[in-house]
Structure formats: C-alpha cells, structure tokens
C-alpha cells in the first residue's frame, strides 16, 4: 500500500475565532456561567470545540459580560470555577483560550476590569490587577480587551495609555488590544508615525509597552480597498497599513475582520451574504504572512453564515496566495467543501452580483457610494440608526436616501430615479435570476447535503423578498402606483411563508425569541427580528403611514439605548431633535419616550 505524506504549514500561526457573546448568540449564555450550566450545554461546547480543531483553528475567544443583575456574579469564584470548566475542555482540544475583558469600557454590559473610570488611580490599578488574577485563575491563556470606555468615546489618553501598561506588566499570559474602525477620536500630543498627523485615538497602543498586542478591526463585508461608507469612514486601508506598521516595529498583530456584524447589517434581517467570504480572503492574502495571525468576529451560524466562519478557517490556514485572484482562490476553497460545481459557481456568482449592487451600486469601481449602494436599502434600518442621522452622530451602517426624504423633499440627494431606482431595479433582476437557479440546485442536491441547500435555498430566497419589497417600496412612494404596493406585500407574505417552514438548528427560544433575561444588553434573542421580520414590518409601517406618528423615529423601538451604546451626552442631543421633531409633526410628547428604552413585551406585527 502507498503511503502518502502531506506536509502543510500554515501561513497564519494564530487563527483566533472569535464569538461575539456581547450579543445574544446560541451559547452567550452558558460562556457566561449563566443558565443552565449542565451536560446538554456542554455537549453543544464540545461540538464547537470540534469544529474548531477540524477546522484548524488554533484559539477561541468570548467576551465576558457583567449586568446590574447579576452584579454579584461577575467576578464570583462560582463563576471562576465555570470559566475553569470550558477552558479545561477547550485544552483537552489543544485549543487555547482567550476571553475580552475591557479595561474600562462598559458598553452592551461589558465586563470590566476598572470599576470607576473617575475615581483615583490608585484604585483603578488594584482593580486591573485583582482581574487579572481572577482571569488567569480562570485557566485562559490570553486576554484580550477593548481601548475606551464605550466603542466611541474615551478617558484621557494619558490615562487610558497607563492603563494599558499597567495591564501588561502585570500579566503573566499574552495580552491583546482592539483597535477600532470608529472615527473623529485624538489624542492631543500625541503624533500618528504612520501619518505624521494627529493620532487617532483607536492607535493609542503605538505608544504602549511593546508587549501589548493589537488587534486592528475592520467590521461588515467591505474589504480594506472597497468604499465603505460606514463608521464615518470611506474605506479601511488606513488599518490595514496600521496592521503592516505594527508588524513592522515587532508588535504581535492580529488581523481581526468580521463574518457577521449582526446589528441591523446582515444576518439578524436575514440576509445570505457571501461575499463575507470573498472579505475573509481578499484581505488575507493582503496581509499574507506578515501579520502574527489572524481572527474571525462570528456573530452566529444560521441562514448560512457557518459557510463564512468556515471560508476564514480556511483562509486563514491557507490564503490561496498562489491563485491569480480572489475569485479563483474561492474557488479552491469551495470546491472541496461544497457538493457541486454547480453550487460552488452559483456561489461566486452571488458573490459578483452582491459585489457590483450592494457595495458599488452598479458602478464597477466607484468610490464615492453614499447612499448609492444596494447595501443602503435592504439591510435593516431601527430607531437608533435614524436617529443617530438625525442628531449628527457616527453611523454604523451605511446611509440611504429615506422615504421621507423621497417623500418631502423635492430636492433630495441623491435623485431617486436617476441615482437609486436603476440599482434596486436591477437587484430584484439579479436577485430573482439566482433565486431560480438556487432552487434547481437544490432540488438535485443529494440527501446528506439536502439540508444545507435547503438553507441557502430559504435564505436567498427571503434576500429576494428584501429586494422586491424595498424596490416596490420606493416606487409606491415616488408614483404612488397601487400595483408596486401590492407587489411590496406579496414579497412580505412570501418571506413570512419561508420563515414559518425555517428550521433553525436549536429550539426557537434558543436563538429567535423575545427574551428580556438573556444576559446581553439586548431583550430578545438574536434572529428575533429575522423570525419577526422586524425590519420588513418597520419599512412597511414608514410607508403606509397609518398615523403621523409613523414618520418618527421611535417607530418600533427595541432598544435601551444608554444600556446598548449611547452616552448621557450623546442622549442630550438626541433628545433636542426629538423634541423639534415632536413640535413639526404634532407627536404626542409621551411618544418620545418609546424612543428612551426597549418595550416592555413582545411587539406585535399585523
């Protein structure tokens, strides 16, 4: 008998997955010792274990939470002996553990080490230390964090650098930083060495000692060279050539790009986006092997989205740096993953199609894509987003050209039926083109791989339903045409059939239920606005407008905003533009108040 040897080495010697437990995922609740905590929970742990060994990854991370209501939890032995518990199955894998503990940061019930960020340091440095003794005792072998006290504001940066310092000389085990894709944050005196000008507070780590790792983050589908409109940014090349620098000056660098962004983007609508594959790769061969590795933001596996977490693994084994392209080093990745060529080319051509609509809007190569990008339209849009517009603030989410704007404005930019309406049209065309070849497939896909056709099939399918509902949306508002209305309904009906027959890969109230306990900052599980078809039913009520109440922002409010992500100072502003708002539509003022925090039950749709 031959025997056959295969040598390979990786290219990325850290291949970090990261599951983003700030959400509220299949397992946040047991990575946080909360729920039950017993053999079935367990069991679903070894499983991903599994497949992280199978699909050579080398770490995993979870980010440690800690509410108002669970405050005597947080940093409990109870606790500690749990946390001992998943890591000591994780090192049975040979797979190591990293958990995000902020420093200071308390946004979306973030566990952290600094209890009062105002009050003496002294204080603030026992309390570093009393965490990383608590963490280490915990059995990790890493700590990652995250700079500032929410994702877009901060301490001062002397204080916050000392921080940083105090952090890393006192761990025994690697420690690493996020840096974040947000803007408008400096640091006074303090020079960028990659730009020479004023330094973006998210780079703070620069100037920290050498031992601080970083982790530069780009979030949603678009590569370091696409335009992205997001963040208040134009594209992420800025951190990619952060990346490079830190390497460069022997700073240990991890690549951290996303899989799933959650927050109205992408999986939470749903939609079946794999050109967060096409990201994965792209930006891994940019960044080959010059980085210490790299690290994959999960934000959950349904409707497909295990295929992106699946592609980084691979990816970051093996970036295909000797295929010509992109496209071609998918290519290599698929085929052996997936059942058929025709699959894996149907596949790719998703990925173009989805490339040229939603990140450029039809115009191969532009730059300058606000507003003018399919992306803008079908992804979900909730209170804090549009209101977030309305006061000023960051955006998280690319922008659109609103229907009240379409409605009256008669001057609104861009021009709906020269700028918009020619990429919604032809999204419904495209889309519906590979909604038709999805469903051939799927019918001839053999019957171990039946269930995973079936997924992409149901996904896509409800993707398409997106499509035709915004395009007949907005055509119905700029003619008034009763026949797009009712074109706008049928696809609503038509994904509501979908996700009654969608069968979600553990119990309902596990992933897409309203629930207030759930440990995150969130009241509901993570797919319930997918379930609810929340975003659907919200776009819909905006253009009926049964009631003047519908033009306002606080339509369908979920969110608790100052528990989520907003600051008191941020909150003020806001409230400013709500009160204005209130006067010109004649809102009752007690309406603005549904804006200030999440319902108190499940709300409920026609």
């Not at 190591?96 to 420093?103: E, Q, S």
């Not at 404005?409 to 038709?436: A, D």
């Not at 059939?497 to 969130?522: C, G, H, K």
Request: aromatic share 14%; net charge negative.
């Amino acid at each position: 008998m031959a025997v056959v040897k295969i040598i390979e080495k990786p290219t990325n010697l850290i291949r970090l997955h990261h599951y983003h437990s700030e959400h509220p995922l299949e397992m946040t609740e047991m990575l946080q010792g909360l729920g039950p905590f017993d053999a079935s929970r367990l069991e679903e742990w070894r499983l991903y274990l599994q497949w992280i060994v199978a699909n050579r990854m080398t770490h995993v991370e979870w980010v440690l939470l800690c509410a108002e209501n669970f405050q005597d939890f947080c940093w409990s032995p109870d606790r500690q002996s749990k946390m001992n518990t998943l890591t000591g199955m994780a090192h049975k894998f040979s797979v190591k553990v990293f958990v995000d503990v902020a420093i200071a940061m308390a946004q979306q019930h973030a566990m952290h080490m600094v209890q009062d960020a105002d009050g003496p340091y002294d204080q603030q440095v026992q309390d570093i230390k009393n965490a990383i003794t608590w963490m280490v005792g915990s059995g990790v072998d890493g700590i990652s964090t995250e700079n500032g006290v929410s994702e877009f504001t901060h301490a001062s940066c002397n204080k916050s650098l000392g921080w940083m310092n105090i952090l890393v000389e006192n761990s025994p085990v690697p420690v690493y930083i996020k840096e974040h894709i947000s803007s408008g944050q400096f640091c006074d005196g303090f020079t960028d060495p990659v730009t020479g000008g004023p330094l973006n507070f998210n780079f703070l780590p620069y100037y920290a000692d050498k031992r601080l790792g970083v982790m530069p983050h780009t979030v949603q589908f678009y590569t370091v060279d696409d335009p992205a409109p997001t963040y208040g940014q134009q594209n992420f090349t800025f951190m990619l050539e952060s990346a490079l620098y830190t390497a460069s000056v022997n700073r240990s660098t991890i690549y951290f790009g996303e899989t799933a962004y959650w927050v109205n983007f992408d999986i939470d609508v749903p939609l079946f986006l794999p050109i967060y594959g096409y990201r994965a790769l792209y930006d891994l061969r940019k960044t080959g092997s010059k980085l210490a590795g790299c690290a994959d933001f999960s934000s959950g596996f349904e409707f497909g989205y295990w295929l992106h977490d699946t592609i980084y693994a691979s990816a970051a084994w093996d970036p295909q740096l000797s295929s010509p392209d992109t496209v071609s080093g998918l290519r290599a990745i698929l085929t052996p993953m997936l059942w058929s060529t025709d699959v894996v080319n149907w596949l790719l051509d998703v990925i173009q199609v989805q490339r040229d609509l939603l990140i450029y809007g039809g115009t191969p190569g532009a730059m300058d894509v606000a507003k003018k990008n399919g992306q803008a339209y079908i992804q979900g849009w909730d209170t804090w987003s549009e209101l977030g517009d309305l006061a000023g603030l960051m955006k998280t989410q690319p922008e659109k050209l609103g229907f009240d704007s379409l409605r009256f404005n008669p001057f609104h930019s861009p021009k709906y039926s020269t700028q918009v309406r020619p990429f919604l049209s032809k999204m419904v065309e495209q889309f519906s083109r590979l909604n038709g070849e999805i469903q051939t497939i799927a019918e001839n896909a053999p019957a171990e791989f039946k269930s995973y056709a079936n997924e992409f099939l149901y996904t896509f399918n409800i993707t398409t339903q997106r499509a035709v509902q915004v395009y007949n949306l907005y055509e119905y508002v700029a003619t008034g045409n009763q026949s797009n209305w009712n074109v706008a309904e049928q696809a609503l009906a038509s994904a509501k059939e979908i996700m009654d027959v969608y069968q979600f890969r553990l119990p309902v109230d596990r992933v897409a239920s309203w629930n207030p306990s759930n440990p995150t900052a969130y009241d509901y599980m993570y797919l319930w606005t997918a379930k609810s078809l929340y975003y659907f039913w919200r776009d819909r009520a905006q253009v009926l407008l049964d009631s003047p109440v519908d033009l306002s922002p606080c339509l369908y409010n979920i969110i608790n905003p100052v528990d989520v992500a907003i600051g008191q100072e941020d909150l003020q502003k806001i409230l400013v533009e709500l009160r204005e708002l209130a006067k010109k539509w004649g809102w009752p003022e007690e309406f603005i108040a549904d804006c200030l925090a999440a319902p108190k039950t499940e709300p409920k749709f026609p």
